[in-house]
């Protein structure tokens, strides 16, 4: 499903991967569960690529929902893994960020369960090589996102902004589905790290110039940021 200029997205159930594409070459952003691999595949395909097509991956923070196939398409694509330094440890050690409680229950959360189980999403695999950016980084990739740290979810939750397709690709600073009780919409993730430290980083996205913005989870919010960031203030005081 193209939702920006060059940028594609594949998603099953509570799943969005992101593939970025210039002169033939892709980014990969975020990469779902290990059980996903199929789904990769599928979507390179459907767009025309290949493995050999990925020339990076980026990753938003050290969940396995985010990095569970990130190693394997380390290695047979031979494309680098980036991530945010805070988050660095985690993934190379193959453990989860602090935090993360707070989802709430739902009948969502019983199928994001069962889904988690049935694409081994309980044990994250460790990434082996992988380099840190910063905040403020403009990547050399296609597309040149910059990097905009956004912690709370995790300690190195990041964003990035390709401003040239007018996209902003928030991870799970800001997402447009709970996976616990699948409320709809524009809102913080029910999974936090640091409550406040979140509501904070929603300021950092505030400001930035998107025509659409691209969740971790849930569909695409075809609006600014300071919209969506409106909705998801207003969802979190009524929680």
Known sequence: MRV????????????????????????????????NWPLL???LAGIGHTLADVEAIL??????DHVGMAERLRRASGAPVRVHGDDLEYLLAGKSPPGG?????????VAML???LRKRGFRMPPVLEATAFTDGDRLDLPSRP??????????????????????????DALVTLNPATG??????????????????????LEGLEAQVLLPGHGKPFAGSPAEAVRLARAADRSR
Do not use: M
């Open 114 to 116: 069962a889904y988690g």
């Open 59 to 64: 990753i938003t923070h050290a969940h396995v």
């Open 4 to 35: 920006a200029d060059g940028i594609e997205r594949i998603h099953e159930n509570i799943i969005n991967v992101y593939l970025v594409e210039e002169a033939g070459k892709l980014t990969v952003l975020d990469t779902g569960f290990p059980g």
């Open 146 to 171: 910059r990097v905009v740290h956004v912690p709370g979810h995790t300690p190195g939750s990041a964003a990035f902004l390709f401003e040239d397709r007018g996209a902003l690709c928030a991870g």
């Open 183 to 204: 409320r709809p919409g524009p809102q913080l993730s029910p999974f936090i790290w640091d409550l406040r430290r979140a509501r904070e980083s929603l300021g950092r």
């Open 41 to 43: 595949v599928a979507g």
């Open 101 to 109: 409680g707070g989802g709430g229950f739902g009948l969502g959360l």
